[in-house]
């Protein structure tokens, strides 16, 4: 016999071996002691939307308060010993290591790996456009978020037009 229950956003899940069996659709009035429980917790993305970067794991990826990681909206840099890596991340630690950031929800909350996805501000300044305008990563977006993805495409544009930064010298 098993069961679930949702509390809180946690899933709770008991089942019970059972030698008798359930005859006619007859349901047990009560169940007695489980004998396996387990606590299951539910995927959302747990960091406050007024936070501090603590880490920069590459160029579209940080840490914040709490140690949860984020993933930047609408772009994608480089992974380690790809050309633009260092550039990249180094740019990215010069505008939010260790500042006071606005993390900015569009649709989804996380992504397979369970990391936040958010367009970062500091200042008003988004951080995600900043980094493909400057040439350090490319425009990537992905149904349903979409937030900004004129603005970035157009600064996109602009940097391979002008062959600014690594991704388009």
């Known amino acids: 016999i098993a069961w679930s229950i949702?509390?809180?956003g946690f899933s709770y899940v008991a089942v019970?071996?059972?030698?008798?069996?359930v005859k006619n659709n007859d349901v047990p009035a009560k169940i007695e002691s489980a004998t396996t429980s387990s606590k299951v917790q539910l995927s959302q993305c747990e960091a406050s939307e007024h936070t501090v970067v603590t880490k920069v794991i590459d160029g579209d990826t940080v840490v914040v308060q709490g140690g949860h990681h984020v993933r930047l909206l609408g772009i994608d840099a480089d992974e380690k010993n790809y050309p633009c890596y260092e550039p990249a991340k180094i740019r990215l630690e010069e505008l939010v290591l260790n500042k006071q950031v606005v993390l900015e929800k569009d649709i989804?909350?996380?992504?397979q790996y369970k990391r936040c996805l958010r367009t970062i501000f500091v200042e008003n300044q988004n951080i995600?456009?900043?980094l493909v305008k400057e040439g350090l990563a490319i425009a990537r977006f992905y149904e349903p978020d979409v937030n900004y993805k004129s603005e970035i495409q157009a600064a996109e544009s602009q940097a391979i037009a002008n062959k600014i930064g690594c991704k388009w010298k």
Do not use: C, L, R
Request: net charge negative.
């Open 108 to 111: 989804s909350d996380v992504d």
């Open 6 to 8: 949702i509390i809180g």
């Open 16 to 21: 019970k071996s059972a030698p008798e069996t």
């Open 128 to 130: 995600d456009f900043q």
